[in-house]
């Protein structure tokens, strides 16, 4: 239902489908698990508690609003500054992640409703697990508070690593950040990467200096496909006058590569109009003010994101600790993916460019981490109402505790279908879904080991202070 809801949306819309629009869609499944899963878990509850299986659905969904909402309102901010911020196949991703988490709000409060309350009316008895699920992670009961300092002490260490990595070895930056040229080129046959390399520098070395030559060539996926990313820019000439000097330079390079008869400049050039089947399958060009504007757009969008969920969690949760410690961890989350990325663009067999796409995945990380933590929130805020007189520590740990189940169960549906799109979603997509996997598992830690942490030591701090007053 939520996949028919979204494409109907979309159609009405006049959307255009793009490879980013539709890992929006794939993610937008694997995080609407989400809603049913917490659905389901506090049915489980209820029904462990003695109630009656109506009733218990009944409570069930009652009580499992809030997460739900809260979560996907979170992740709806991020979409929204994704769309207003972002370019072409940005906006397409905001649009269909926005407008997929809104279909799946709809289908898991009513859908599911409906079809569970139907089947119990008519069978009268609906089971939500099995012997083997059945208590699973029901009866944990560890202090995740009193281990934050290891979690502290390993974070720090990944921080400072990736601190140090952007400061000595930097970032793979596509065109949208540096401005250039991009090509996609493919080839008859295997080529040998080094080689066309060295082609390349030599062509482009002969008619500009060192600093507007350098040239970056990277296996594409096939082993007779290539990636060339060039800041040459041709003295004198704008616009296609450029770009036909361009390519007439690339062509000169790798013509010998190419063992076809009668294969000339013009069958090179339009391979990605469907007119030739080998030669530059596509390209982009971005003048170096664009690049500048993008650059400056990507930052601003990440840091009105994290303001914009800091100043909501605050608001629903009626404490500023319980901000600063969300927006600390997704700080945290987004440094350390952004460093892994610096660390290992060089060695890995796809390609890790920060891009455009990049920026999406740091936000829609910035939304999947911030819906992780509000559920663990949302549950402590309950256990506090519940048990006033308790220390605070006990109620959170209770509460991670008993949110472990549902924490286990999302990361693990969204990773299967992460995990689904780089394996068999080509490799123009393979980087963007890595910052998407590499998001989700940190993520899930920092909820737990980083956020809670943060905002329990706040709070102890404060209340310490009072005692002392």
Request: proline content about 1%; charged content about 20%; overall charge negative.
């Amino acid at each position: 239902c939520n996949v028919l809801l979204l494409f109907g949306v979309l159609v009405s819309f006049g959307a255009v489908l793009t490879l980013p629009g539709i890992a929006g869609i794939v993610l937008t499944m694997g995080m609407a698990v989400d809603a049913n899963v917490i659905i389901f878990e506090r049915i489980k509850e209820e029904l462990r508690g003695g109630k009656g299986l109506a009733l218990a659905i009944k409570d069930g969904f009652s009580n499992a609003y809030s997460a739900i909402i809260d979560g996907n309102l979170t992740t709806i901010i991020t979409g929204v500054v994704l769309f207003y911020f972002g370019t072409g196949p940005v906006k397409g991703f905001a649009t269909t992640l926005v407008l997929g988490i809104i279909t799946s709000l709809f289908c898991a409060i009513f859908i599911t409703r409906l079809l569970i309350e139907t089947r119990v009316e008519r069978k009268g008895e609906l089971k939500f697990s099995t012997k083997m699920t059945e208590n699973f992670l029901q009866n944990v009961k560890f202090s995740f508070i009193s281990k934050r300092k290891y979690s502290y002490i390993v974070s720090g260490i990944l921080l400072i690593a990736s601190i140090i990595s952007l400061c000595t070895i930097g970032l793979n930056q596509g065109v949208e950040f540096t401005g250039g040229r991009s090509y996609v080129v493919k080839f008859n046959e295997t080529v040998n990467v080094e080689d066309v390399r060295a082609s390349l520098e030599e062509t482009f070395e002969s008619v500009a200096d060192a600093a507007n030559s350098s040239i970056e060539v990277k296996q594409f996926g096939a082993d007779n496909q290539i990636r060339v990313v060039t800041q040459y820019q041709p003295e004198g000439l704008e616009g296609e006058e450029a770009n036909d000097a361009v390519d007439r330079l690339l062509f000169q390079a790798l013509d010998e590569y190419f063992t076809i008869e009668d294969f000339g400049f013009n069958e090179f050039r339009t391979a990605g109009d469907g007119i030739a089947q080998w030669g530059i399958a596509s390209s982009e060009q971005v003048s170096e003010s664009i690049s500048s504007e993008m650059t400056v757009n990507s930052i601003v969008a990440c840091l009105i994101a994290l303001v914009a969920i800091g100043i909501y969690i605050a608001i629903r949760f009626r404490r500023w600790q319980w901000a600063l410690g969300a927006t600390a961890a997704l700080a945290h989350n987004s440094i350390l993916v952004i460093g892994i990325f610096s660390m290992l663009y060089a060695v890995m067999p796809f390609n890790l460019e920060v891009n455009q796409a990049f920026i999406a995945a740091i936000l829609t990380i910035i939304g999947y981490s911030i819906n992780d933590t509000v559920v663990i929130f949302d549950r402590i805020r309950e256990f506090m109402g519940l048990y006033p007189k308790r220390d605070i520590k006990d109620n959170i740990d209770n509460a991670i505790c008993a949110t472990l189940s549902r924490t286990i169960n999302t990361s693990g549906t969204t990773l299967v279908t992460l995990l689904a799109i780089f394996i068999f979603g080509g490799e123009t997509i393979r980087g963007f879904v890595f910052a998407l996997i590499l998001g989700v598992i940190i993520g899930t830690y920092s909820s737990v080991f980083i956020a809670t942490p943060i905002a329990y030591d706040l709070q102890r701090k404060k209340a310490i202070k009072a005692d002392e007053e």
